[in-house]
């Protein structure tokens, strides 16, 4: 069985651009994740996606992060524009249902931004 | 929001010995997750808990979820050097569907050959 994939492993750029990761989710999972984890801490939720329907962007910053999972499979997650806090890994995760089962994780995008 | 507290947050041992790590919730866990990272990686699925007392187990690694169900330990017997990475502790906030999936910060462990 394909993992979660996820691309590109590593980016850098300047503040004030643009950047976008994508993620392939295990095929089946109706449940997709994306995470920011800072160097030295644990993973933060940004964004809970349910098939195509957003289930909870709480800790997501909306003037410059936004995501999209069109037609509930594949997902992207978009910064507009970077800042310098904004480096950090961002980890894609997907599960079969919201809660009570595991979460499978992609490698991670490492972004760095200068 | 659900918090969770890991201790220690970091933990050098001697190949061959013993440890435990700790992650203590806010709130009550409803579903109890321990994953372990490598560093630069994504995190690997290493054990799910979901009734207060239950402990389950994989290889030398054992975890268990307290009966009041806002803690969990876990144990490594006779530690080895793959054992090493971060540990962390992530909760369902809700008991029904749609809960969020939150972790702690972590429990970086190092064992000396």
């Known amino acids: 069985e394909a993992g979660v994939a996820q691309s590109p492993r590593y980016k850098i750029i300047e503040k004030r651009q643009s950047v976008a990761f994508w993620c392939n989710p295990i095929?089946?999972?109706?449940?997709l994740y994306w995470y920011q984890q800072i160097l030295g801490q644990g993973p933060k939720l940004l964004i809970q996606?349910?098939?195509?329907?957003?289930?909870?962007d709480s800790q997501l910053p909306k003037d410059r992060f936004s995501a999209e999972r069109l037609k509930g499979v594949d997902s992207t997650l978009k910064i507009q524009p970077a800042k310098l806090e904004d480096s950090a890994v961002y980890l894609c995760?997907?599960?079969?249902?919201?809660?009570?089962?595991?979460?499978?994780f992609g490698q991670g995008t490492r972004l760095t931004v200068v | 929001s659900q918090e969770l507290e890991q201790s220690p947050q970091s933990l050098i041992v001697q190949e061959g010995k013993n440890l435990t790590i700790n992650c203590t919730s806010s709130?009550?866990?409803?579903?109890l997750y321990w994953y372990k990272q490598k560093y630069g990686e994504g995190l690997i699925f290493l054990m799910m808990?979901?009734?207060?007392?239950e402990e389950k187990s994989h290889e030398k690694i054992t975890a268990k979820l307290d009966e009041k169900k806002q803690q969990s330990s876990l144990h490594i017997t006779a530690s080895q050097p793959s054992h090493a990475g971060i540990y962390l502790c992530?909760?369902?906030?809700?008991?029904?569907?749609?809960?969020?999936?939150?972790f702690g910060e972590g429990t970086q462990l190092t064992v000396n050959p």
């Open positions: 995760a997907s599960s079969l249902r919201p809660g009570r089962t595991e979460a499978f």
């Open positions: 095929s089946g999972h109706a449940t």
């Open positions: 996606f349910q098939n195509n329907g957003v289930v909870d």
């Open positions: 709130k009550t866990l409803y579903g």
């Open positions: 808990l979901q009734k207060g007392g």
């Open positions: 992530g909760a369902d906030g809700r008991e029904t569907s749609g809960s969020r999936l939150t």
